[in-house]
């Protein structure tokens, strides 16, 4: 019996590295667990490195799928890896189950048969929070500051959508590149007529964000509300104290409270000697989600479209974040977490305030994905600045299904 | 007094300060077409930068440089080059990472057809022959495919004249061409440059004044930048101001 | 004599590589195959910078941003603007040539370690704007999903295709600056870098031969940057980024800058390393710097020139 | 004081100094002489072990072999130069030309006031940069540099190149001075006008040999000798 | 006098200034003595600031941090400049390439220590009051950092031009053999010149740590804009250091507010302008 040859690609170096590390533990986690061996036969892991750049993660690629001759590939994380990845899978029928990388086109305008997705899309984890934003703490006006590339697009998108759709009013956006060292001259041109502050942003953008509103002092004007990524575990205690009570959500926070959680972390912890991420979570979950479908199998895994239907079809209810299925485009249906960071036994923690359950990726639009596709693609301008316009570009018997 | 038409070089006033030593300072001559003009004085009698004037690779304070009844003292080095001045450096300025037969063909090229990148320079049949005449002459052409760093010194002094003299030049100016060689070799190089400035003219600085009564027509003596005395070899070997300041002794 | 013999061992076996080169879909494993199409449009970049370097002394880390000129362009171009596949190429080109134009007049005011600088500060430059100006650029994810045309009838997307098309595209380009090289064009850019000031008292126009050396090699990395656009299908900052100015640098010493052999080598060997230390170690970065600080203290010539001082 | 044996020198591939040979005694005057670019540069060069010239063979200095040493500490253990051509730092002001070198000697103590006290003419320029003084201005601030170091072995080359009538006088008449403090100075020259004044010795260096060593009185009397090597 | 926005953006380009200074002058500091373009110096911003973050983190002691910093990539300058560059000496373009070697390594040996997330260190409570300038909120540290690198241009100034160290460092600069022929140990003097030029990228790195942040990455853009002001001001001049790091920091400050998608690359403006009028930089000496 020949070993079944699992590939792991991640940003192993380069600016990326942290996510990528975590994104290859979680999977060697779980590899662990059945000590490489599942249904009879052997499981090698080859992992390749992207340096967060396409171009090597294309080469990569091509090394996992022709020179090592992996079953399956378990990638990317970055969101512009997961877009060129797309385009080479397009080329092949290779088993992809993508872990950390977050557009919403990989599983939608652009899914591919062989490709599913164990994390999130941007606009996923947002919608709600834009609903939560409206209906429980009452804002109608939001200005939104987030670095200017596709992602956070993609994030700001889903919060305006849910947002809108609770009955939010305006939103004003300014974007920024990515590096920005300084953001006092934002915050000088910052409009205060509105409820709150939404920051979209992420890595050492978002500790020096957050540092700077608070040295500012903008916190006097303003409550701020963050994307999920702007408070990970990661960058938390690098911000401090400061970011006691800021609520952000996304589809997993170390303060999750179930069982099945709080074990994984701990081994995790105990394994690596940190606290999971995200990432470490999908590059886990991704392997499992191959290992089921290897053991559903029975090892024989040369088939790979019926290899790719068992994957598609995974359902984990006790997965370490919530319960977990995937839609027929292969994206995650799963909880959505409110939360807010606090300090828990003396450490920094993103706490669960709210849970909000099976959400897809088409979020208040589950029920109409063809119109949500249909939509434009989210950018630095779309959705619109107001509800009003926004509405002119939705059906009416859809809206009133929302009270409108 | 000649008309100025007999001269291929004249300089009137030609001035030139670094900071607040005055370098060269007022200096007017006239060469005539292949004559030989020696050129001593004392170390920083400001002979070098009179080269460096002549040649344009300095750029002058104020006065004119004529040469060939053009004044030239507002061409850059390349185009003076061009209209016929060579020289060589007081210190030996080669292309040490090409070869002999590289340095003395970019001599012979001149700027010639340098953009033109389709046709090996190696198939400039003409120049090519020119180089190894040379070659010959200078006694380098055993030597022809071997890097200029791999030379000894005077070789290397060698080849700097050999450049000089291949590039077809009507005005040759020589900075110390024997400076730093024993004696044999600067007896070649003496005979060497008696040899061929039947056809042109020279200027040479040197400190060996057998060279230079050996070769001059007549001397021109510089001493802080000024000119001291100009005349033919015995007046200036008599001149007791020359001896006093440069030759030395009571 | 001697050195016609070994022109003509180099000219041998150049054509015995070409000749087993043109073979090499049916020898190579795909995988590999997939190397070597990386070792080709590298090495063209590589070039841009040896030619530069090794014959006109001016080390730049500063490549990318004609690469970047004309990769944009062509993506831009193809992806937001649905222009045809010829115009895109042309105004690619265009670009790169047109930037190398303006670009060379600044650089070529200074030499040595300050052209290194000057030439690092513009490629940063070229990678700012990348990254930043998203609403051209698309920021950090890049353009991507530019498809390969078809040619004569071939589907360049089709790896053997384009590795053929690629293929001839070197042989020109190698045939080109081994053309110059040898021109009287190439010895007077050899003699400038040696000796600029005596060069100039030879009636040669220094400025002159420097700046239009800097923009041939512009020229030579927008051209590659066509290759890795068409197909990567992407373009993006990292790949403009100082990472990839350093790479071609460590690339071209290792082998040896002074040659066209010198590159070939060096990129096969960063190449390979990265992609056989890459599978032990996730500190090859580290093992790579190592390399090329050892190369440099011990093997300036780098292992081309090493090979030529055995051979004599 | 300084032994130097079978000295060769060489700038890259040409060799500049043959075989020198010569002994200098504590507390001696001795010049050497020699027309342009026979080498007496090079040989002060080479005792400093300044690079180039590339050296062969050895120089003893208090019966140390200092060949090898460093010119920083050749300098270190008692040896001062006055270099041909100034070489003065266009960024220091003449006042930090004597601080920056100032250090005590065995038995002699020059302080950058002892300087200016000799010299009047540069302590009114104190504040000036070094290099916007007049050529004989200049070579007395070069001088002052070396005697700071307080140096036991004082090299000269060319001191009085540029200098008025009345300062080469003066010049001579601080190098007696130093003498009778004790210092040994080696002084290069190219013209032997002054010789009686200060020279216990002369050596005469004609393309790169020694091809002449005697005592003053000797060498004064020799006409041939003069003739011969300096064209008088 | 100022809207409190333009106000604001000054007070910006000041501090910004302030670290580009404390950067770049360590740069042009060993450039002018030793002619070694250091491209590493932007990774020993990086590896200092490390440090600083591991000791902080220990001790919680911020201006420890600063010095750990420092100490530790004067440390790592010293074997550099001892076994490394001095085998090459004199080869400016291998020891440039050489430097280059080293910040690969570097970046990768930070990297496998602190691993890839990024990392700050917390601004001391002490050094960061809420102050109030003509109108505007601002923070006391980036007020602290102006006054910082003030006082380090002060210092270097007097260490420069008022002592006899300084006197032989210009000397140097001038005329390394004539130095050496004079008595003093000119190996010592480089030696000492890159320590101290290592110390202040590494202590710049625990500052920079602060109030920005540390990222893989942050290297090369901290060398890269050291490289701007050093080019704007002239190599070797100290200076010019701090005149090309008030121009580039306004300019990041002002790009940044009114232009943010060519904010980076708007700070290479000036030096292109100033390479074209004068190559030298604005108080470089001429390039020859
Ligand atoms: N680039 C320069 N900058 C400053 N001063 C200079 C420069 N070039 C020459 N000088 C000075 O100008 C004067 C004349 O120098 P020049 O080289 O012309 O003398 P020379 O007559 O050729 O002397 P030698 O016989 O020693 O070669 C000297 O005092 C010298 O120091
Ligand atoms: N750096 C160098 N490279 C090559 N040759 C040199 C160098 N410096 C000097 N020479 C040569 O070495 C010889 C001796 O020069 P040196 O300076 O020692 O002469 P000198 O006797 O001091 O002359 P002067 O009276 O002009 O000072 C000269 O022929 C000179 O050309
Ligand atoms: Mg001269
Ligand atoms: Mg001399």
């Given at each position: ?19 990528g ?67 080479w ?53 939001v ?5 200017d ?6 994030q ?8 809108y ?9 300014i ?6 060292d ?7 041109t ?27 002092g ?88 019926e290899f ?17 299925r ?16 606090r300090?828990?036994?003396g ?37 619109p ?20 | ?9 004249q ?31 004392p ?52 292309f ?6 590289e ?70 100016m ?38 230079i ?38 | ?33 997939t ?99 998203s ?20 589907s360049?997307?089709?790896r ?12 020109l380009?190698?045939?080109f ?21 005596k ?14 050396s ?34 071609i640098?460590v ?62 | ?16 100094l043959?075989d ?26 080479s ?28 300098a270190?253990?008692?040896?001062g ?60 601030l070069?001088?002052?540099?070396a005697l ?15 200098l ?27 013209k ?41 | ?74 440390i ?8 490394l ?81 300084g006197?032989?460092?210009r ?37 920079g ?17 050291a ?7 002239g ?54």
């Amino acid at each position: 019996n020949e070993p079944i040859k699992i590939g792991g690609i991640a940003p192993i170096t380069g600016t990326f590295a942290g996510l990528g590390s975590d994104t290859i533990e979680g999977i060697r986690m779980a590899l662990e667990e059945v000590d490489y061996e599942i249904a009879g036969r052997e499981i090698e892991l080859f992992t390749e490195d992207t340096g967060g750049n396409t171009s090597q993660l294309l080469s990569g690629l091509d090394a996992l799928e022709i020179r090592d001759e992996v079953d399956i590939i378990l990638g990317p994380v970055l969101g512009g890896e997961g877009m060129a990845m797309i385009d080479w899978a397009s080329d092949t029928d290779i088993p992809i189950i993508v872990t950390y990388s977050a557009p919403e086109d990989v599983t939608m305008r652009r899914a591919q048969p062989n490709v599913a997705r164990a994390g999130w899309t941007g606009a996923q984890v947002m919608f709600d929070f834009g609903a939560y934003v409206v209906e429980d703490l009452g804002y109608n006006s939001v200005v939104i500051i987030g670095q200017d590339y596709a992602f956070p697009y993609n994030q700001a998108g889903g919060f305006m959508k849910g947002f809108y759709l609770a009955g939010g009013e305006r939103v004003e956006r300014i974007w920024h590149p990515i590096g920005t060292d300084d953001y006092s001259s934002i915050f000088a041109t910052m409009p205060l007529d509105v409820d709150a502050a939404l920051v979209i942003t992420g890595g050492d953008d978002a500790i020096r964000f957050v540092s700077q509103w608070f040295d500012f002092g903008m916190d006097e004007d303003l409550p701020l509300l963050a994307s999920a990524n702007t408070v990970e575990p990661t960058v938390l205690p690098e911000i401090g104290d400061i970011a006691i009570g800021i609520q952000s959500s996304m589809h997993f926070a170390e303060g999750i409270d179930r069982p099945e959680f709080i074990d994984w972390a701990e081994r995790y912890q105990e394994m690596f000697g940190k606290v999971p991420s995200a990432a470490s979570d999908h590059g886990y979950t991704a392997a499992r989600m191959a290992l089921m479908a290897i053991e559903e199998m029975e090892g024989n895994i040369e088939d790979r479209e019926e290899f790719m239907n068992i994957v598609r079809a995974t359902e984990i209810p006790d997965a370490p974040r919530g319960p977990f299925r995937l839609d027929e485009y292969g994206n995650p249906i799963q909880n959505v977490y409110i939360k807010e960071v606090r300090e828990v036994d003396g450490r920094l923690t993103n706490v669960v305030l709210e849970t909000y359950e099976d959400v897809s990726q088409f979020g208040p639009f589950k029920d109409y994905p063809e119109l949500y596709m249909s939509l434009p693609e989210h950018s630095a301008s779309f959705p619109p600045d107001t509800q009003e316009e926004f509405f002119e570009l939705l059906p009416e018997d859809f809206l009133s299904e929302f009270g409108f | 007094m000649p008309d100025n038409e007999d001269y291929i070089l004249q300089t009137i006033n030609l001035s030139k300060s670094f900071g607040g030593i005055k370098a060269v300072n007022n200096v007017s001559f006239k060469v005539k077409p292949k004559e030989n003009l020696g050129v001593i004085g004392p170390n920083g009698a400001g002979k070098t930068t009179m080269f460096n004037l002549i040649t344009g690779y300095i750029p002058i304070d104020s006065g004119e440089i004529i040469f060939e009844n053009n004044n030239i003292e507002k061409l850059p080095a390349r185009k003076r080059s061009l209209t016929g001045i060579s020289r060589t450096f007081q210190t030996s300025q080669l292309f040490l990472d090409l070869t002999i037969k590289e340095n003395l063909f970019l001599a012979a090229n001149k700027n010639q057809n340098t953009y033109n990148i389709f046709i090996p320079w190696n198939k400039d049949k003409e120049k090519i022959e020119k180089s190894i005449e040379i070659a010959k002459e200078i006694g380098l052409y055993d030597n022809f495919n071997v890097k200029a760093k791999e030379l000894p010194h005077g070789k290397r002094r060698l080849l700097g004249i050999g450049q000089a003299l291949i590039s077809d030049s009507k005005l040759l100016m020589l900075d110390e061409p024997a400076a730093g060689l024993p004696a044999q070799e600067r007896n070649t190089i003496s005979k060497l440059i008696k040899k061929i400035t039947k056809e042109l003219t020279l200027i040479i600085i040197d400190h060996d004044m057998d060279i230079i009564f050996d070769l001059a027509d007549r001397v021109l003596v510089m001493n802080q930048g000024e000119i001291l005395a100009i005349g033919d070899p015995e007046e200036i070997q008599n001149n007791e101001e020359v001896q006093r300041i440069y030759v030395g002794g009571e | 004599m001697i050195n016609k013999i070994k022109n003509n061992f180099n000219s041998f076996s150049f054509i015995a590589i070409v000749i087993l080169a043109l073979f090499a879909p049916y020898i190579l494993t795909p995988f590999l195959l997939t190397v070597l199409i990386r070792v080709l449009y590298m090495t063209i970049l590589t070039y841009s910078l040896s030619f530069l370097a090794g014959k006109g002394g001016m080390v730049s880390l500063g490549q990318t941003l004609f690469f970047g000129l004309s990769g944009y362009t062509l993506a831009i171009l193809l992806i937001s603007h649905g222009f045809s596949h010829w115009t895109a190429i042309l105004a690619a080109m265009g670009a790169a040539l047109v930037g190398a134009l303006l670009i060379g007049l600044i650089t070529i005011r200074t030499t040595g370690v300050y052209f290194i600088m000057i030439s690092l500060a513009l490629g940063q430059m070229a990678w700012a704007v990348a990254l930043q100006w998203s609403s051209l650029t698309h920021g950090d994810d890049g353009i991507i999903g530019i498809r390969p045309p078809d040619l004569f009838g071939f589907s360049l997307t089709n790896r053997v295709n384009f590795y053929y098309l690629l293929l001839i595209s070197f042989v020109l380009i190698f045939l080109f600056l081994r053309m110059i090289s040898l021109s009287k064009f190439g010895l007077a850019l050899k003699a400038v870098s040696n000796n600029p000031d005596k060069i100039q008292s030879l009636g040669y126009n220094t400025s002159l031969i420097r700046y239009i050396s800097f923009v041939i090699s512009g020229f030579i990395a927008g051209l590659s940057a066509l290759f890795f656009v068409y197909y990567n299908g992407i373009i993006s900052p990292v790949t403009v980024g100082i990472n990839q100015a350093v790479w071609i640098l460590v690339a071209a010493i290792l082998g040896g800058i002074n040659s066209l052999i010198g590159p070939l080598i060096g990129v096969t060997a960063v190449i390979l390393m990265e992609v056989q230390l890459s599978r032990f170690t996730d500190r090859y970065m580290m093992i790579i710097g190592t390399v090329f600080i050892l190369v440099i203290l011990f093997m300036p010539e780098g292992i081309w020139g090493k090979i030529q001082e055995l051979r004599r | 004081m300084l032994q130097v044996e079978n000295l060769n020198s060489f700038y890259g591939q040409s060799q500049i100094l043959y075989d020198i040979n010569f002994e200098l005694y504590k507390n001696e005057t001795v010049i050497v002489l020699g027309r342009n670019g026979m080498g007496k540069t090079t040989l002060l060069r080479s005792i400093m072990n300044m690079n180039p010239p590339d050296n062969e063979g050895s120089i003893n200095f208090k019966n140390l072999d200092i060949s090898k040493f460093p010119s920083y500490d050749i300098a270190k253990s008692g040896i001062g130069l006055v270099p041909q051509g100034r070489r003065l730092f266009p960024s220091l002001s003449v006042y930090e030309h004597l601080t920056m070198t100032h250090r005590k000697g065995e038995n002699n103590d020059w302080t950058p006031e002892k300087v200016f006290d000799l010299f009047p003419e540069i302590a009114r320029r104190k504040n000036n940069k070094g290099t916007d003084l007049s050529g004989g201005e200049q070579q007395m601030l070069a001088i002052g540099r070396a005697l700071v170091t307080n140096p036991s072995l004082l090299l000269l080359d060319e001191p009085l190149e540029g200098l008025a009538p009345v300062i080469s006088e003066k010049v001579i008449d601080t190098v007696n001075l130093l003498k009778e403090e004790g210092i040994t100075i080696l002084w290069v020259e190219q013209k032997a006008v002054f010789i009686e004044k200060v020279a216990d010795r002369v050596i005469i260096i004609e393309k790169g040999e020694i091809v002449y060593q005697a005592n003053t009185q000797e060498f004064i009397e020799n006409k041939e000798v003069k003739s011969e090597y300096l064209g008088v | 006098m100022f809207s409190p926005q333009v106000t604001l953006t000054i007070l910006n380009g000041l501090t910004q200034a302030g670290l580009l200074f404390l950067i770049a002058s360590g740069l042009t500091l060993a450039f002018g003595l030793m002619q070694v373009v250091n491209l590493a110096h932007g990774a020993f911003y990086l590896l200092g600031g490390f440090i600083g973050y591991s000791v902080f983190r220990a001790t919680s002691i911020w201006w420890l941090a600063v010095i750990a910093g420092g100490l530790g990539i004067a440390i790592i300058g010293f074997f550099m400049e001892r076994i490394l560059l001095e085998k090459i000496r004199g080869n400016m373009l291998s020891e440039t390439l050489l430097t280059i070697g080293i910040s690969t390594v570097i970046a990768d040996i930070v990297l496998f220590i602190w691993g890839g997330r990024p990392l700050s260190i917390q601004t001391p409570e002490f050094l960061n009051p809420r102050l109030n300038i003509f109108g505007v909120r601002y923070p006391g540290f980036r007020v602290f950092i102006l006054f910082l690198s003030i006082a380090v241009g002060t210092i270097l100034w007097f260490i420069l031009f008022k002592t006899q160290l300084g006197a032989m460092i210009r000397a140097g600069v001038d005329d390394r053999e004539m130095v050496a022929a004079l008595g003093i140990n000119i190996r010592k003097l480089f030696t000492l010149v890159f320590l101290l030029s290592a110390f202040l990228a590494g202590a710049a790195g625990v500052v920079g740590g602060t109030y920005l942040s540390l990222q893989i990455g942050t290297d090369v853009r901290y060398l890269v804009l050291a490289l701007v002001v050093v080019i704007i001001g002239g190599m070797g001049s100290v200076g010019g250091a701090a005149i090309g790091a008030l121009i580039t920091g306004l300019i990041l400050s002002f790009s940044g507010a009114y232009f943010p998608q060519l904010s980076f690359s708007l700070t290479f403006a000036p030096m292109v302008i100033i390479l074209a009028l004068k190559p030298g930089g604005l108080l470089g000496r001429k390039i020859t």
